[in-house]
């Protein structure tokens, strides 16, 4: 008998994982639900596009594994596809004796994890590799690169399509109702209210998994907190002043990576992203605020823990995020070179960054199965890069849990 699933998300995870049941099981009926009425609208769509190679990941850890066979799938993927992706290279800079220690331990965990040719530099060779970056020292990562993942993720929706599966836009998931023989999906389409049962159900829902994952009976936590990222954008005849990806030495407190330069594919270079609690999930502006999202905020006690540890760095990301000097001047640290005139308000993303109950930030892949339904309920970055190996690992625990 045909098994019916259904997989709600449209960003890359929740494609590439439609892709890998229908590629496992050509038989299944495969219907994707995405809200937004195109693929890969928020995260997905709105990240800086840089391919990570696992400079950072402890080795052996679940993020390591997935990143670094999510790589080799990925460029396979793009060089069978005809998917543009540039292999500009990157060099995490830094500034002080401190953080040159810092990148030994990069380095170790970084060849652990098989990352090709990254070696540390001194800083007569960065200038020859970045001639406008400044540091005592550098890692370099020559197999770093950028690509353009709402372009893999469409590529990955027709590889899907193509074999069978269903995509449906304009489709928001407002129930999962679990029951003994099936899984009844509700969603909201056009103004009408739509029903339909499945056998099982895959939630890949950024930053509506914790929504999601409580319709479906699994509990509160981790909760997902929006934090967004804003960039700003070289202009044209400023371009030139980078090679490649140029990082800052990475603060091991925080999963954030810093402010860094990014070339992007379509040639746009980008500086930022800071890190700012957004005023509403899909909060990609100060002026978009929603009463629901903030309420959900303030009836967090694991946000409230969270922001008595770090509330100094939030004042610091806030300033910056109203001040373009602010801004610039975490960039121009390692860029001298960069001036507040050089640049344009760029783009902006929001993260869904998962909170443990204890305040803590969850830094690792999170799976939870219900009865008929599996949830992802946290996948942090580099989980584009990783999405790939990302889909193999939740359709294994799709499969575990029949």
């Given at each position: 008998?045909t098994?019916?699933?259904?997989?709600?998300g449209?960003?890359?995870?929740g494609?590439?994982?439609?892709?890998?049941?229908?590629?496992?099981?050509p038989?299944?009926?495969v219907?994707?639900?995405?809200?937004?009425?195109r693929?890969a609208?928020?995260?997905?769509?709105?990240?800086?596009?840089?391919?990570?190679?696992?400079?950072?990941?402890?080795p052996?850890s679940?993020?390591?594994l997935?990143?670094r066979?999510?790589?080799?799938?990925?460029e396979a993927?793009?060089?069978?596809?005809?998917i543009r992706?540039?292999a500009?290279?990157?060099?995490?800079?830094a500034?002080?004796?401190d953080?040159?220690a810092?990148?030994?331990?990069i380095?170790?965990?970084?060849s652990a994890?098989?990352?090709?040719?990254?070696?540390i530099?001194?800083a007569?060779?960065?200038?020859?590799?970045?001639?406008?970056?400044?540091?005592?020292?550098?890692?370099h990562?020559?197999?770093?690169s950028?690509?353009d993942?709402?372009?893999?993720?469409?590529e990955?929706?027709?590889?899907?399509?193509?074999?069978g599966?269903k995509?449906?836009?304009?489709?928001q998931?407002?129930?999962?109702?679990?029951?003994?023989?099936?899984?009844?999906?509700?969603?909201?389409?056009?103004?009408?209210?739509?029903?339909?049962g499945?056998?099982?159900?895959?939630?890949?829902?950024?930053?509506?998994?914790?929504r999601?994952?409580?319709?479906?009976?699994?509990?509160?936590?981790?909760v997902?907190?929006?934090?967004?990222?804003?960039?700003?954008?070289?202009?044209p005849?400023?371009?030139d002043l980078v090679?490649g990806?140029?990082?800052p030495?990475?603060?091991?407190?925080y999963?954030?990576?810093g402010?860094?330069v990014?070339?992007?594919?379509?040639?746009?270079?980008?500086?930022?992203?800071?890190a700012?609690?957004?005023?509403?999930?899909?909060g990609?502006?100060?002026?978009?605020?929603?009463?629901?999202d903030?309420?959900a905020?303030?009836?967090?006690?694991?946000?409230?823990?969270?922001?008595?540890?770090h509330?100094?760095?939030?004042?610091?990301?806030?300033?910056g995020?109203?001040?373009?000097?602010r801004?610039m001047?975490?960039?121009?640290?390692?860029?001298?070179?960069?001036?507040?005139?050089?640049?344009v308000?760029?783009?902006?993303?929001?993260?869904?960054?998962?909170?443990?109950?204890?305040g803590?930030?969850?830094?690792d892949?999170?799976?939870?199965?219900?009865?008929?339904?599996v949830?992802l309920?946290?996948?942090?970055?580099?989980a584009?890069?990783?999405?790939?190996?990302?889909?193999?690992?939740?359709?294994?625990t799709f499969?575990?849990?029949?």
């Open positions: 008998m098994e019916r699933v259904a997989v709600v449209g960003g890359i995870i494609v590439a994982v439609a892709r890998e049941i229908v590629r496992r099981r038989d299944s009926d219907t994707l639900f995405e809200k937004e009425d693929l609208s928020h995260q997905t769509g709105r990240n800086s596009g840089v391919v990570h190679a696992g400079l950072y990941y402890e052996g679940q993020k390591a997935l990143c066979r999510g790589v080799n799938l990925l993927f793009c060089a069978e596809r005809g992706r540039i500009c290279g990157k060099v995490l800079v500034l002080t004796d953080e040159r810092r990148l030994t331990d380095e170790r965990r970084a994890n098989g990352v090709p040719g990254v070696r530099i001194g007569e060779e960065l200038h020859e590799l970045e001639p406008n970056v400044r540091g005592v020292a550098a890692l990562s020559p197999s770093t950028i690509v993942f709402a372009e893999v993720t469409r990955l929706a027709a590889d899907a399509t193509g074999t599966a995509v449906l836009l304009g489709h998931v407002t129930g999962l109702r679990v029951g003994a023989t099936e899984v009844v999906v509700s969603a909201r389409a056009g103004g009408d209210d739509v029903q339909a499945f056998d099982r159900v895959v939630v890949c829902g950024g930053l509506q998994s914790d999601l994952a409580e319709m479906a009976g699994d509990g509160p936590d981790p997902i907190m929006p934090f967004r990222g804003e960039y700003y954008a070289l202009k005849h400023r371009r090679n990806l140029v990082y030495v990475p603060d091991p407190r999963p954030f990576l402010v860094h990014t070339p992007r594919v379509d040639g746009e270079v980008l500086i930022g992203p800071n700012v609690l957004a005023l509403a999930r899909e990609y502006t100060w002026r978009t605020v929603s009463l629901r903030l309420a905020v303030a009836a967090t006690p694991a946000f409230w823990r969270f922001a008595r540890r509330w100094r760095t939030g004042v610091r990301e806030v300033y995020s109203l001040s373009t000097r801004f001047a975490a960039a121009r640290a390692y860029v001298p070179a960069l001036s507040d005139d050089d640049v308000p760029g783009p902006a993303g929001v993260r869904a960054q998962a909170l443990d109950a204890d803590g930030l969850v830094d892949f999170r799976i939870s199965v219900r009865g008929r339904v949830v309920r946290n996948a942090p970055s580099p584009a890069t990783s999405a790939l190996a990302i889909a193999e690992h939740v359709v294994d499969e575990a849990a029949r």
